[in-house]
């Protein structure tokens, strides 16, 4: 079965420093996704992306974050200068259609752990 | 804010029924219910989805009650591998994002 790939699994970095996580959606999707999960925390959105454009953003993907589809099958969630606070798992997401009957497909997610 | 309100924990025994309610009192005509699940800390997982019609598919069924202010989602025969957390979730169908709740942690035991 397809599956979404993320990579690395786990990224220790220092506060301040840049991080870019990547994702390899299912071939034939259109629409990406990334979510963040704070340990304990709930779930949350930070981007939808589709046709090199995004979609919509949340609150928390501020000028720190960006997403770029720099090929025909990466995904990548770029974080210019981390924070303490943003560590988390970070899961990338996607799916073939939009609208009533969308399924999305969830990556393994990366650990980011900010120092 | 909370679209839908779950109970935080259940127990089920391997080989029943799992029955998982959710409350969505607030529910407006052009959202759906969604259920997925996460398993211990992996990605989350699709499960089932509908609008006003009880659905099933090969992994649970989906019980929408008539008036829509509440759901039911049954795995027929739980494993050990169905231990997760489980999230309704209640999206428009011209929403691009999931918000996903605290769910109901579901713990199967042999």
């Known amino acids: 079965e397809p599956e979404v790939t993320q990579t690395p699994s786990h990224q220790v970095t220092q506060m301040g420093q840049e991080v870019i996580l990547r994702c390899v959606p299912i071939s034939n999707h259109l629409y990406f996704y990334w979510y963040r999960q704070i340990l304990g925390q709930k779930v949350e959105f930070l981007v939808s992306?589709?046709?090199?454009?995004?979609?919509?953003k949340s609150e928390i993907f501020d000028d720190q974050f960006s997403v770029e589809r720099p090929d025909g099958s990466n995904f990548t969630l770029k974080i210019r200068s981390t924070k303490l606070e943003d560590s988390a798992m970070y899961f990338c997401?996607?799916?073939?259609?939009?609208?009533?009957?969308?399924?999305?497909?969830f990556g393994s997610g990366t650990q980011l752990s900010v120092l | 804010d909370a679209k839908t309100t779950q109970p935080p924990s259940m127990d089920c025994a391997e080989g029943r029924a799992a029955n998982l309610p959710c409350n969505h009192s607030?529910?407006?005509?052009?959202?759906?219910v969604y259920w997925y699940r996460q398993i211990h800390s992996q990605g989350p997982q699709y499960i089932i989805h509908?609008?006003?019609n009880n659905e099933t598919n090969e992994m649970a069924s989906l019980i929408i009650t008539e008036d829509r202010k509440s759901s039911t989602l049954i795995l027929p025969h739980a494993t050990l591998r169905d231990t997760a957390v489980y999230y309704c979730i209640v999206r428009a169908y011209n929403d691009y994002k999931l918000s996903f709740g605290a769910g109901t942690t579901v713990t199967v035991r042999a």
């Open positions: 992306f589709y046709n090199n454009e995004i979609s919509e």
């Open positions: 509908g609008l006003k």
């Open positions: 997401a996607s799916s073939e259609i939009r609208g009533v009957n969308e399924k999305l497909f």
């Open positions: 607030t529910i407006s005509g052009n959202e759906y």
